[in-house]
């Protein structure tokens, strides 16, 4: 039966309930890679619940982060911040009425997202649209106080990638050496 978990994920904190298909039970501040409606992210675990239905669930848990995953969250991290320096020198630069308040890099390594305090503009889509090709990643625009979730990473782990050589057990396969079932 499936585990459900409290997971905190991204920069502003979002709390979801995540299941674990495999059954496991992942201790409070356990660092994991969760399967969101964003993509892949890392996230912490606050609490473990009662089992919970996976189509009630925000995600999935897929697994605990490696000494690899942390490897590569601060290389992405080394990005992001490059990428924030740019965004708001581009804004200072241009002297637009907004605050960027943060960049978040997803753990699916395409997926760059801009918080913002203040409105868009097209001169605003114009910066994130050079930054985008500029970090090589696909980066989608948020303003500051947008809660919806939308988005998604790469299809790894799921029946949609299993005819591009992934299986389809649902524990990070897009990540070398991560899943048994990859196909090489």
Do not use: W
């Not at 994920?9 to 501040?29: E, K, T």
């Not at 605990?64 to 965004?87: G, I, P, W």
């Not at 990638?161 to 990859?182: N, V």
């Amino acid at each position: 039966m499936a585990q459900s978990h409290l997971v905190r994920v991204g920069v502003m904190g979002n709390v979801g309930r995540f299941y674990s298909p495999d059954g496991l039970i992942y201790p409070r501040a356990a660092r994991v890679i969760v399967r969101s409606g964003r993509g892949l992210e890392t996230g912490h675990v606050l609490l473990a619940e009662d089992d919970l239905p996976p189509d009630l669930a925000d995600g999935v848990v897929l697994r605990r982060m490696t000494v690899e995953d942390e490897l590569l969250e601060a290389r992405q991290a080394k990005n992001r911040d490059a990428a924030y320096a740019a965004c708001a020198e581009r804004i200072a630069r241009a002297g637009l009425p907004v605050v960027l308040m943060d960049v978040e890099h997803l753990f699916d390594g395409q997926t760059l997202l801009f918080y913002f305090l203040g409105e868009s503009s097209d001169e605003l889509e114009a910066i994130t649209a050079e930054l985008t090709e500029l970090y090589e990643a696909q980066v989608q625009f948020r303003k500051f106080t947008e809660t919806l979730i939308e988005g998604c990473g790469p299809a790894c782990g799921t029946e949609a990638a299993a005819g591009h050589g992934c299986g389809t057990c649902a524990t990070g396969c897009s990540l070398a050496g991560a899943c048994g079932t990859r196909k090489h």
